[in-house]
């Protein structure tokens, strides 16, 4: 049978399958993060739980065809609850020869290879390193391969536009959308409608696309190389309206929400860095909700201005990466003296310096905790996944708010641009936030405290209220300065009894699993995924093993150390070199497994539940 002839019979094979992971990689313009975001919209749409993982090169504009400047983008989907973008792909679409070079080692064999052949020529090959066409040399012989020659067949499909050949081969990406659209049986209509809206500034774009779409889908219909496709149940849910949503941008809803529940404006001061910026994006997208964002000329800027919102009475935030976190420190001492309510989203990045901009790592913990001169306590909790940043955002704004102090709220690269389903949650069921501003000058001293050690949030300009603010030490009630030895004692001991003291408040942590055994497995931040699912696992395998992740990083919870005791090993995963086991081993004096890894990608399932299986094995 000729190519692009329909399979025999006209019948199509349909295999079932529970779950599959799939990786779109191809050069920075090759438009595999577009690619990938539009699968996942059509797989949310059809009820599948998923997760994803974009992978950006570091470099912003890597030479063409070169290794170092693959992007790529991978989803699992599935029939049940996922809970990672899996480990290694079982379809992998590589759009060049680079592209397939940086990831063909982590495929199977087995799985499908869906390859744009028409990149592979002789200078692309080159400058991947190839010195055979592996296309050819028998290479991918273990592998499901369907080579087709992407680029080609869509240079044909759009011959009879008016767009330039590059503007033409831009849009190979939306026949590789279609092929795939096509070989997991998701319909049309919908990325059609979906094209029309993104490209309506340019309907030329979007006539081409949705003709690159349809020929990609077309291609894969009637050609013997997709003679099965494959199909996904629909995962059962919760009932709801649900939505995709992306780590930075359930964030900034999480903030909009917090300030509607204040009844309180809110106020964004940003410098834009890798990976946090699209959280200034998103708020300045929303200003119609009170929302006012500035974009500073630099870090130390952009925190002063939010901490003078602050001290104009309305809910303030800065978000930044670890760099950008070393450049707020000074501003980070100067809200803690002043003790007003201010949130600091660090999206953690791999460092040290610029390190690897666009990749994921979870080692700014110590950074939150201890990252200032002086003795300077700063709450500090972290967000788990995409959708809990929007929970996180609420809670980092309720706890600067009670207590009248900066909350350091901590996101990573991998949660801020991956998706997953997010149930959108009842508006009435959220707590509100009670904001109180001081009016009455009767007795009114400015660093009189309540019964949580928080002073009065008063505004400038109330009348008869006016006190001093400044980074110099305070008075301990009437904030003028002071220079006496007992006082700054006082104040120092006082700032850190009282960001100690949210401890009281936390509610009791909930554990996964057995509630006493011989492992538990402690996680916070983005491992969360990993290790939910590596517990499952396990567990599914007869293993006593036990998950507890941890929102709330400083102050700790006050239930935590009996937790630690019922267990005979901890394990601690991190994506870094052990700074949580660092804290634990300190704060509780027990003995902690540690297991680190920074290499700017997430922990495989399989990592964890090879240590898991490791420690449980040591016990018997």
């Known amino acids: 049978m000729a190519a692009g002839e329909p399979p025999a019979g006209g019948e199509r094979e349909v295999a079932a399958l529970d779950r599959v992971v799939i990786r779109f990689v191809g050069d920075s313009g090759d438009g595999m993060q ?15 739980d998923f997760a994803t993982h974009p992978d950006y090169p570091s470099e912003i504009r890597a030479p063409s065809g070169t290794l170092f400047g693959v992007s790529g983008f991978q989803i699992q989907f599935s029939s049940g609850e996922v809970f990672t973008s899996g480990d290694a792909p079982d379809v992998l679409v590589a759009m060049n020869p680079a ?11 087995g799985s499908v290879l869906l390859v744009n052949s028409g990149a592979f020529t002789a200078a692309n090959l080159a400058r991947a390193g190839y010195a055979k066409n592996p296309l050819e ?5 273990g592998y499901r391969l369907l080579a087709v020659d992407i680029s080609a067949l869509n240079a044909r499909a759009l011959a009879g536009t008016s767009l330039s050949k590059k503007e033409v081969d831009r849009c190979k990406n939306y026949f590789a959308l279609g092929l795939m659209l096509c070989l997991f049986g998701r319909p049309l209509e919908a990325e059609i409608a979906d094209v029309a809206q993104r490209f309506a500034k340019n309907p030329r774009f979007a006539e081409a696309n949705v003709l690159a779409l349809r020929a990609g889908y077309g291609f894969a219909e009637a050609s013997e190389l997709f003679a099965t496709t494959f199909e996904i149940r629909a995962a059962s849910s919760v009932p709801g309206t649900y939505r995709s949503i992306t780590g930075n941008h359930a964030a900034a809803l999480g903030f909009v929400a917090a300030s509607e529940l204040a ?35 630099d870090e130390i800027a952009g925190i002063c201005s939010a901490i003078g919102a602050a001290w104009g009475g309305s809910l303030a935030l800065t978000t930044t990466s670890g760099p950008g976190m070393a450049l707020k420190s000074e501003a980070l001492g100067l809200v803690t003296m002043l003790e007003l309510p201010l949130v600091i989203v660090n999206v953690q990045r791999a460092g040290p310096s610029t390190g690897l901009p666009t990749k994921t790592e979870q080692s700014d913990l110590l950074q939150a905790l201890f990252g200032r001169h002086g003795e300077c306590p700063i709450p500090v909790i972290a967000a788990r996944s995409p959708a809990d940043c929007f929970d996180c955002a609420i809670e980092a704004m309720r706890i600067a708010v009670t207590y009248m102090t900066p909350v350091i709220m901590l996101s990573d690269g991998g949660i801020a641009n991956a998706a997953e389903p997010w149930r959108i949650p009842d508006v009435a069921s959220l707590p509100r936030i009670a904001v109180h501003y001081r009016s009455d000058p009767e007795g009114f001293s400015p660093y009189a405290r309540d019964e949580r050690l928080a002073r009065a949030w008063v505004p400038p300009g109330t009348p008869g209220m006016e006190h001093r603010i400044g980074g110099l030490e305070k008075d301990f009630l009437s904030g003028n300065l002071s220079h006496d030895a007992q006082n700054h004692q006082r104040m120092v001991e006082v700032r850190a009894a009282k960001v100690a003291g949210i401890a009281r408040d936390l509610p009791p942590l909930v554990v996964d699993g057995p509630d006493s055994g011989d492992l538990l497995v402690v996680g916070w931040g983005g491992t969360w995924g990993a290790i939910a699912e590596a517990r499952k696992q396990a567990a599914a395998a007869g ?34 070199l052990g700074q949580l086991s660092r804290l634990l081993r300190e704060r509780t004096l027990r003995a902690v497994e540690t297991m680190h890894k920074v290499q700017g990608r997430p922990f495989r399932v399989s990592e964890i539940r090879a240590r898991i299986e490791e420690l449980c094995g040591r016990q018997s």
């Open 34 to 48: 577009l690619t990938g975001s539009e699968f996942s919209r059509a797989i949310a749409r059809a009820g599948h």
């Open 99 to 109: 592209a397939l070079k940086t990831n063909l080692g982590e495929l199977a064999r």
């Open 137 to 141: 040399d028998g290479s991918l012989d």
């Open 263 to 297: 009844g309180t404006p809110l106020f964004l001061g940003s410098y834009p860095i890798t990976p946090a910026t699209d959280i200034l994006h998103e708020l300045a997208a929303l200003r119609h909700f009170k929302v006012t964002t500035f974009q500073a000329e």
């Open 543 to 576: 293993l006593s093993v036990a998950h507890l992740h941890l929102r709330h990083l400083n102050p700790l919870p006050r239930d935590l150390d009996d937790i630690l005791g019922r267990y005979k090993t901890v394990l601690v995963p991190e994506l870094n």
